[in-house]
């Protein structure tokens, strides 16, 4: 199946994934730092050259108003989360992807995945060839050898029929970097993927948007033709036919013309067109932004209902959209295992943690998860609660705002929340500015669901310079016991690396595994028939007050 021949499915560049912000980050914008076009903290690692130059003020301005989270949208929905390092680190890998109560959504989102993550592998494969040819050659190792692959999604829009995701990847080697961003529509009673015919009635929306779009796009040549110079009456009205046929041809009424349309909350419709399909390639992505007023009425009922445009008179085909979604239990496809930790022994060891333990007078280890939350930390959050411990979870501010629940239950139920930046970037790869971005988008979203900041960061792959260490404004908790549970998905395995952690540690975990969310009931039960006390990291390094851009691997000794 081509990827073409599904209009719902934009494959597109970065330049289009900036357009696509600016909508998404109008119903977010509460977590998002006034998005602008030339630096929205998505597209981070991505030089986007044209992006710019496609918005128009207007459609720049609509992205500034303030909302706050939506949650209702992500009802249902988890994050299940890969990463691979290869070749000791030079090409890395981090993927997410939704999990939903259909399963056929889930695996539709998991094959799409794979396909990135399998790529990832090849291009890895032959960068570690070329590295090694001239490490032979030289002796000297390449600066920059490895591939870089990060997938990240949002829900845009979701309610009981239907559900629509927006998925970026990004790959980079060396300094180059493209993104892509892929956007699904799905059926979310049937798992079946939508086109954007799917969304309208019939095929007359091919014919309205063909004729708004044109009418448009002809203005927009003739006061271009006004402002630029040519040499003659004749190089105008030359210049400005053949623009018009561009715009006659890139806007027949045909679905792949009108394969991007985004619908905004704000009641507006953008109309994407390729590069080339109406300018010259200098124009780059071009956006028609309508009301949405002037389409509703070829809407499908159920993508009324979506989009929350009132349906006056509900016509007898109408989807049975008002039937709430059960909620069951959920499991994700490529776990066929249970999502939780198994049951814990017959008498779980229930660890006496006092919530003014001194680190100083009694044994304390933290035990922290990174890259959650995902679709296993409620398993993982369901246990530490029976067993009465307290932990820190390094989460990711895009994975927060899937799950936002997740993040206000780690906080009711006593754990820390640290910073492990907005969508895993490495760190030592970004600007200042970039840095800043990662690190306070996160901090914002965190404040907005638990009403307090970020205290601590942790740099994904523990990647940091001296650079990075003078521009985080936040102390850098690292590690002293890593049980290597990315690698080694054996819950005993990794059980028997954590238990005999000194007194003091900061242990490593991730709470994007299976096998560690059940390595943890023998962890507890190891740890605490030592005495040791389970604490937040902030409890265990407690006094002296933590440095920003100071790291910390364990306890200070007192
Ligand atoms: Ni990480």
């Given at each position: 199946m081509?990827?073409?021949?599904?209009?719902?499915?934009?494959?597109?560049?970065?330049?289009?994934?900036?357009?696509?912000?600016?909508?998404?980050?109008c119903?977010t914008?509460?977590?998002?730092?006034?998005?602008?076009?030339?630096?929205?903290?998505?597209?981070?690692?991505?030089?986007?050259?044209?992006?710019?130059?496609?918005?128009?003020?207007?459609?720049?301005?609509?992205?500034?108003?303030?909302?706050?989270?939506?949650?209702?949208k992500?009802?249902n929905?988890?994050?299940?989360?890969?990463?691979?390092?290869?070749?000791?680190?030079?090409?890395?890998?981090?993927?997410?992807?939704?999990?939903?109560?259909?399963?056929?959504?889930?695996?539709?989102?998991?094959?799409?995945?794979?396909?990135?993550?399998?790529?990832?592998?090849?291009?890895?494969?032959?960068?570690?060839?070329?590295?090694?040819a001239?490490?032979?050659?030289?002796?000297?190792?390449?600066?920059?050898?490895?591939?870089?692959y990060?997938?990240?999604?949002?829900?845009?829009?979701?309610?009981?029929?239907?559900?629509?995701?927006?998925?970026?990847?990004?790959?980079?080697?060396?300094?180059?970097?493209?993104?892509?961003?892929?956007?699904?529509?799905?059926?979310?009673?049937?798992?079946?993927?939508?086109?954007?015919?799917?969304?309208?009635?019939?095929?007359?929306?091919?014919?309205?948007?063909?004729?708004?779009?044109?009418?448009?796009?002809?203005?927009?040549?003739?006061?271009?033709?006004?402002?630029?110079?040519?040499?003659?009456?004749?190089?105008?009205?030359?210049?400005?036919?053949?623009?018009?046929?561009?715009?006659?041809?890139?806007?027949?009424?045909?679905?792949?013309?009108?394969?991007s349309?985004l619908?905004?909350d704000?009641?507006?419709?953008?109309?994407?067109?390729?590069?080339?399909?109406?300018?010259?390639?200098?124009?780059?992505?071009?956006e028609?932004?309508?009301?949405?007023?002037s389409?509703?009425?070829l809407?499908t009922?159920?993508?009324?209902?979506?989009?929350?445009?009132?349906?006056?008179?509900?016509?007898?085909?109408?989807?049975?959209?008002?039937?709430?979604?059960?909620?069951?239990?959920?499991?994700?496809?490529?776990?066929?295992?249970?999502?939780?930790?198994?049951?814990?022994?017959?008498?779980?060891?229930?660890?006496?943690?006092?919530?003014?333990?001194?680190?100083?007078?009694?044994?304390?280890v933290?035990?922290?998860?990174?890259?959650?939350?995902?679709?296993?930390?409620?398993?993982?959050?369901?246990?530490?609660?029976?067993?009465?411990v307290?932990?820190?979870?390094?989460?990711?501010?895009?994975?927060?705002?899937?799950?936002?629940?997740?993040?206000?239950?780690?906080?009711?139920?006593?754990?820390?929340?640290?910073?492990?930046?907005?969508?895993?970037?490495?760190?030592?790869?970004?600007?200042?500015?970039?840095?800043?971005?990662?690190?306070e988008?996160?901090?914002?979203?965190?404040?907005?669901?638990?009403g307090?900041?970020?205290?601590?960061?942790?740099?994904?792959?523990?990647?940091?310079?001296?650079?990075?260490?003078?521009?985080?404004?936040?102390?850098?908790?690292?590690?002293?016991?890593?049980?290597?549970?990315?690698?080694?998905?054996?819950?005993?395995?990794?059980?028997?690396?954590?238990?005999?952690?000194?007194?003091?540690?900061i242990?490593?975990?991730?709470?994007?595994?299976?096998?560690?969310?059940?390595?943890?009931?023998?962890?507890?039960?190891?740890?605490?028939?030592?005495?040791?006390?389970?604490?937040t990291?902030?409890?265990?390094?407690?006094?002296?007050?933590?440095?920003?851009?100071?790291?910390?691997?364990?306890?200070?000794?007192?």
């Amino acid at each position: 199946m081509s990827m073409y021949r599904f209009g719902s499915r934009l494959n597109v560049i970065v330049a289009l994934f900036i357009v696509l912000i600016l909508f998404t980050g109008c119903a977010t914008s509460g977590v998002l730092p006034t998005p602008t076009a030339t630096a929205t903290p998505e597209a981070t690692n991505t030089p986007a050259p044209e992006a710019t130059s496609t918005l128009t003020p207007e459609a720049t301005a609509t992205a500034f108003h303030e909302e706050s989270l939506n949650s209702s949208k992500y009802d249902n929905v988890f994050v299940y989360t890969i990463e691979e390092k290869e070749n000791e680190g030079r090409s890395l890998l981090h993927v997410a992807y939704p999990v939903t109560e259909q399963e056929a959504i889930n695996t539709h989102l998991e094959e799409f995945s794979q396909k990135f993550i399998d790529e990832f592998r090849t291009t890895a494969a032959e960068q570690e060839e070329t590295y090694q040819a001239y490490l032979r050659d030289t002796g000297e190792k390449a600066v920059s050898s490895g591939a870089l692959y990060n997938q990240h999604f949002d829900v845009i829009m979701a309610n009981t029929s239907l559900i629509s995701f927006a998925i970026e990847q990004y790959r980079s080697l060396g300094n180059t970097g493209s993104t892509d961003v892929t956007v699904y529509f799905f059926d979310r009673m049937s798992g079946t993927e939508l086109t954007i015919s799917d969304l309208f009635i019939d095929e007359s929306y091919l014919e309205r948007l063909s004729t708004l779009t044109r009418i448009e796009l002809e203005q927009r040549a003739l006061i271009q033709a006004e402002g630029l110079d040519f040499s003659s009456d004749l190089a105008r009205q030359e210049w400005l036919q053949g623009q018009q046929e561009r715009i006659r041809t890139g806007t027949e009424p045909i679905e792949e013309n009108f394969d991007s349309i985004l619908f905004e909350d704000g009641g507006t419709v953008r109309v994407l067109f390729d590069r080339y399909q109406v300018g010259p390639g200098s124009d780059g992505v071009v956006e028609v932004t309508l009301p949405a007023a002037s389409i509703t009425d070829l809407l499908t009922p159920a993508t009324r209902e979506l989009l929350g445009i009132e349906v006056k008179a509900p016509s007898p085909t109408a989807l049975p959209s008002a039937t709430p979604v059960p909620a069951p239990a959920l499991t994700p496809t490529p776990m066929p295992e249970a999502q939780t930790a198994p049951p814990p022994p017959a008498e779980p060891m229930v660890v006496q943690t006092e919530s003014e333990v001194n680190c100083a007078d009694v044994p304390c280890v933290a035990l922290t998860f990174d890259d959650g939350p995902s679709v296993f930390t409620n398993g993982l959050l369901d246990l530490l609660k029976e067993r009465n411990v307290r932990a820190t979870f390094f989460v990711l501010g895009q994975s927060a705002r899937v799950q936002p629940e997740t993040i206000v239950r780690m906080k009711q139920e006593g754990h820390q929340i640290g910073n492990h930046t907005w969508d895993h970037s490495n760190l030592t790869q970004l600007s200042d500015a970039l840095i800043q971005e990662q690190i306070e988008q996160t901090d914002n979203l965190i404040i907005q669901l638990t009403g307090e900041p970020t205290q601590l960061l942790r740099p994904p792959y523990g990647a940091y310079d001296e650079y990075v260490l003078s521009v985080a404004q936040l102390p850098i908790i690292l590690w002293s016991v890593d049980p290597l549970d990315w690698k080694d998905r054996d819950a005993e395995l990794v059980a028997s690396r954590i238990s005999d952690a000194p007194i003091g540690s900061i242990i490593l975990a991730h709470d994007i595994h299976e096998t560690t969310v059940a390595a943890m009931p023998s962890v507890i039960d190891a740890l605490g028939n030592r005495g040791v006390n389970f604490v937040t990291v902030s409890q265990l390094l407690a006094p002296p007050a933590l440095v920003s851009g100071q790291t910390y691997r364990r306890q200070i000794a007192p």
